[in-house]
C-alpha cells in the first residue's frame, strides 16, 4: 500500500469530510485490525519527533577543559615544561587528561539516565482496533488509527474528529492562543488557519475538556508540531538549585584559593627565598589540593543514581528540585482509588427499590453468584436487575477482554467492574451496546457529577440513561422503577439511608437513573436530564486497600509524616477505608462543603487536624494544599485530572498518577507513579532522603579532605618548612582519590533509621556550623598525622624520599578511614554492618590501595612520584594512624550525638510540663 500520509500526498484534511478521510486512509471508524497497523507501522515509523541535535562527542569532551582549575593546570604544565621539569608536566597533563576522561563519561551516564527516564514518560493512547478498545503506546501509532480523547489527554498524533462531545483543546503550543479552542466535526475551509482548524486535533495540544473521536492523519516529523521544529524532545539538564548552589561555591572558592596561592608564591619568593620552581609546582600542588573542581559532577553522578534508583521503585523524576524536596516532604495528600486501593473495582451490592443483593466474583470477570439473605438467587427473577444491567453497560466508556486467561479493563476501573457486573446478570455488553446506538453523551464531570449517554434501537425507541454519585442523582429524579418494571413515587429517604449503609462498609455507591425521549431526540444537552428521571437502582462497590499502602503509611508515620487522604468519593467510604489503611484521625471526615464553608483560617486548623477529606473537588485540593503550606509544611499532592494541575503545581512536590493520571497532570507534576501505588510515594521520599544524605556526605568527605591536603603545604610555606608531600604526589592523591572515593558516596544505600527521623527543615543549609566544625577538626588531625609521620621518618634517619612516601601514604589511608566514618551520619560507624559497607566501597578501596602500592614499591612509577618501598612494620604505622583518625572523630561524633539525644528529651520534657 503507498504510504498515505508522505509530505508531497497530504491533503487538507481538515477540507474533507470523514468518509473522504477514511477513503484516503483506508480505515473504518472500528479502526484497524492489528496486522495491518503493524504493516504501517514498519513502513511509516515510530510516532515520535526527531531527537533534537546535540553537541558531538568530540565538543562535549573538549567542554571538560572549559574550567578554571584546568586552565591553572595547562598553564602550569607550560611552566614547568619551560623550566625543563619533564616528571612534573606529564603528571600534569596526566591529571588534566585523566579529569576531562572521567567528566565526559559521567555526562554520558547522566545523559542516558535521563534518556531512559524520557522513553519510560511516553504517552500512550486509547486506540480501537479490531472493533475493540486498547491502550498502546504513543508511539505505535500510524494513519489510519481510530483514537478515543478524554478531558487531560494530550493529542498523540494529529488527528482529524468525527466525534466530538463538548471538548476543548489547548493549542497554545502550537497558536499562540492562550484560550481553548472548541472543537466539532464540520469541514473547514481549505485556506484556514491552523487555529480555525476546528475539526482537527494535533499532536502534543491537550485536551482540556470533553470526549472525542478521530482518526489520525500524520505521525511524528509529518505533523504540524513535527513541520514547526524537531528539538521539542531535548533532555532536561540534570542538574537542581543545589548542584548550582555547590557549583558557585566550587568556583568562588576557586577564586580564593588562587589568590591564596598567588600570594604564597610571592611570600615564599621573595620573604622565604624558596627556590621558584620548587616553589611554584608547591603553589600548584596547593591548588589542586584546595580547589574541589570535583565536586559538581560527583553530586551530578549522585543525582543520576538517585533518578535511576527512584526509577526501579517506579517513581519517575520529571523535575530534578523534586528529588531535594522529597527529602523534607512532611504530608503527603493522596487520593484513595488506584492510589491506596487496588484499583480493581468490584460490585459487590445491588439496591433495588425493595431488596439488597451482594454479589460475588474475582476483578473483571463476568461471572459472580448472585445472592439475596445469603441465598443465591438468579437474576432473571428480579427484572429491574435486568434494566440496571443494561444501564451499566450503556452508560460506560470502559472495555473489559480477556488476556491470558485474565480479564483486564481499558479505561476507568469502575466502569469496568459496572461491565463484569452487566455480565454477572447475564447480559452481554457487547451485544447491548450494538442494539443501542449511542448517539450523544454529556462526558462526567467533577462538577456536575453524572454522566448520561443517549441511545436510539432499530425501532425508534430512544432514552436517556444517567449515572453519577448517589445524592446527585437523587436529586434528578422523581420516580423509581419498582415491582414488575412499574414506576412508583421516589423514597428519597430509603435510597439515602440505604446508601449511606453501603458507603459505611467502604463501599463505592452509584446511582443509575433513566428517561425516554423522542426517537428524534439525537442531541444531550444538560437540560434533557434536569427533567423528571426514573431511579433504576444503585451499586455499591469495593476497592481493597493495598497491603503495601498499609505499611507504607505505617512507615510515613515513623517518618514523622503526617498522610492525609482526599478523594471524591462518600464520606463514609472514605472512613472505611481510611481505618483500614492506619490513618491517625479517622474519627473526622471533612467534605467538600464543609470547605466551601470555611475561610481560610479556618480551613488551615482544619487541614492540619483532618485526614480524611471526602466529596471534594480539584479546587479543594488546591485550597488544602495552600492551607497545608501556611503552617509551613512540605507538601507532596497526587493528582490524575486534568483539573488537578493546579494543585500540583502548587505543592512542593506535585506527583502524578501513571497509569490512571491525564498527561496534563504529569505535564504539571515534578513525579509520576508508573505504577499509581502509594508505596512508591513513600519509596520515593525515602530515595528522596538518601540522595540528599548522599549529597550531604560527598561534600563532607570532600571539603574536609581537601582542606587537610592544602593545609600541609601552606603550613610548610608559611614555617618555612621542607614540603612533607611533594607537589606531584598531591596531583596524584588528588586524582585516585576524587575519582574513586567521592564517588564510592553516591552509591551508599539508605541508612538505617533514614525513616524514623523526622522531615528536615527545607531551609536547613548543607553547610551548616557542624560541617564547619567537621572541616576545622578534620583538617586538623591530617596535619598532624602527615607531620607526624613525617617526622618521625627524619627522626629514625630515613631519606626525605622515604619520609615523604610515608606521609603521602598515610594522607590516603586517613581519607579511606575518613571515607567509612563519613558513610555513618546518624549512627555508629562501629558495627559490622558498617565496616562491612558495600561493593562500590571496598571496590574502590582496593583499586586506591593497588595504586598505593604500585608508586611506593614499582620501580618505574618510584623514579616518577620519587618515592622508596616501606618496611612492613612502618607500614602498620601508617594503618594505625588512620585507626587513630577515626576513633578520634567517631569519638567527638558520639559525643555529639548524645549531647543531641540529652537535649531532645529536655524539650520533650519541657513541652509535657507546658
Known sequence: MTNPTSEDRSPAWHNLSVEHVGAHLETSLTGLDENEAQGRLAKQGPNRLPEAARRSAVVRFLLHFHNVLIYVLIGSAAITAFLGHWVDTGVILAVVIANAVIGFVQEGKAEQAMDAIRHMLAPRANVIRNGTRISIAGEQLVPGDVVILEAGDKVPADMRLFTAHGVSIQEAILTGESVPVEKNTHTAAEDAALGDRTCMAFSGTLVTSGQAKGVVVATGAHTEIGHISGLLSEVQTLTTPLVKQMGAFAQWLTVFILLIAVLLLVYGYFVGHHEFSELFMAVVGLSVAAIPEGLPAVLTITLAVGVQAMARRNAIVRRLPAIETLGSVSVICTDKTGTLTRNEMMVASVLTHRHRFSLEGDGYAPTGALRLDDIEVSPSEHQVLEELAHAAALCNDAAVHQKDGVWHVEGDPMEGALLAFAGKMDIDPRKTQAQWTRTDAIPFDAKHRFMATLHHDHDCHAFVFVKGAPERIVSMCQNQRGASNRTEPLDTAYWNQSAEKIAAQGQRVLAFAMRQVAAEHTVLEHGDVEGPLTLLGMVGMIDPPRSEAIAAVRECHGAGIRVKMITGDHAKTAAAIGKQIGLQNTDTVLTGADLDAMNDGALQQAALHCDIFARTSPEHKLRLVMALQAHGLTVAMTGDGVNDAPALKRADAGIAMGNKGSEAAKEAAELVLADDNFASIVAAVREGRTVYDNIRKVISWTLPT?????????????????????????????????????????????????????????SEPLLSGALVWHIVLVAILFLCGVYGIYAYAIDRGYSIE?????????????????????????????????????????????????????????????????????????????????????????TEKQIRLHLRDINVRNSEILRAKD
Open 802 to 890: 622515604l619520609a615523604r612516601t610515608l606521609a603521602v601514604n598515610t594522607l590516603v589511608v586517613m581519607e579511606i578511614f575518613h571515607l567509612f566514618f563519613i558513610r555513618n551520619f546518624y549512627s555508629t560507624s562501629l558495627n559490622w554492618k558498617a565496616v562491612r559497607g558495600t561493593r562500590v566501597v571496598w571496590a574502590v578501596v582496593v583499586v586506591i590501595t593497588a595504586a598505593q602500592f604500585a608508586i611506593t614499591y614499582l620501580p618505574p612509577l618510584q623514579a616518577v612520584f620519587a618515592t622508596e618501598s616501606v618496611p612492613f612494620l612502618d607500614g602498620l604505622l601508617v594503618v594505625a594512624i588512620g585507626v587513630a583518625l577515626f576513633a578520634i572523630i567517631e
Open 706 to 762: 581537601n582542606a587537610g591536603e592544602a593545609m600541609t603545604i601552606v603550613a610548610a610555606l608559611l614555617l618555612g618548612l621542607t614540603l612533607p608531600i611533594t607537589p606531584v604526589q598531591i596531583l596524584w592523591v588528588n586524582l585516585i582519590t576524587a575519582i574513586t572515593l567521592g564517588i564510592a558516596l553516591a552509591f551508599e544505600p539508605t541508612e538505617k533509621g533514614t525513616m524514623l527521623r523526622p522531615p528536615r527543615a527545607r
